[in-house]
């Protein structure tokens, strides 16, 4: 029965084709309202697959709706982000430990940093360490590193490099902050693992060539982190 399995949510902002790809026909349509929602029964959970779109706003309100509607008491995201380091070269994966909004800012009225929330001590929002832990446990070949997010697209090389010496950011892309506030805020678990799919260097057209790429080795990863908590 259901109940007796864990419930899960993967939260999926638009690499949806990984996810068919990868299931098939173990996934049941259980679309409702507006969203694109897929169900996967495993050995030991049941996992809600919703694909939110791209964007904080639509990450979060995706995020609510797979904690408030199927009760999933942790929640998966994997995807594809820009490398803002030499070392985040394509199709590097890493597991996010932090995550900046960057365009978030409300300092003039707080006198508090930009990007700062208040409800935390500095302007890093933080992913829940154990689950950081475990995930490298599980995946070795996982980089722990913050990620810079906000509602842009970043695929200039100075503009990437900014981010990284202002934030000490690794990769940056458009959802993170939106999912772990949201989860955080509900008290339920998150793990966000990410491959790189366009270089520093990289821009649009390296990102539209290997975003399928890059999705695949990313939920690869993810899925090999899953049953490991078993």
Avoid: W
């Amino acid at each position: 029965m259901e109940n007796k399995k864990k419930i899960m949510g993967m939260l999926v902002a638009v690499e949806i084709e990984a996810v068919l790809q990868r299931y098939g026909e173990r996934l049941e349509d259980v679309s409702e309202s507006a969203y694109s929602i897929k169900r996967l029964e495993a050995d030991d959970y049941i996992m809600y697959i919703l694909k939110s779109g791209a964007g904080e706003i639509a990450a979060a309100a995706g995020t609510q709706f797979l904690i408030t509607r199927y009760s999933c008491g942790f929640i998966l995201n994997f995807g594809v982000v820009g490398g803002l380091t030499e070392e985040m070269s394509l199709a590097k994966t890493c597991v996010i430990e932090s995550v900046v909004h960057y365009d978030f800012d409300t300092s003039t009225i707080d006198s508090c940093e930009k990007a700062r929330y208040l409800e935390y001590p500095s302007i890093y929002i933080p992913a829940p360490g154990e689950l950081v832990d475990m995930a490298i446990k599980a995946e070795p070949g996982l980089k722990r590193v913050i990620c810079a997010s906000a509602d842009k697209f970043v695929d200039e090389p100075d503009k990437k490099r900014a981010l990284h010496l202002e934030y000490n950011a690794d990769i940056c892309e458009m959802e993170a902050a939106g999912i772990l506030l949201t989860c955080n805020r509900n008290g339920v678990p998150c793990l966000m693992i990410k491959a790189v799919s366009d270089a520093i260097e990289g821009g649009c057209e390296e990102f539209a060539a290997q975003v399928d790429r890059s999705a695949a080795i990313c939920l690869d990863a993810a899925h090999r982190i899953i049953e490991s908590m078993k």
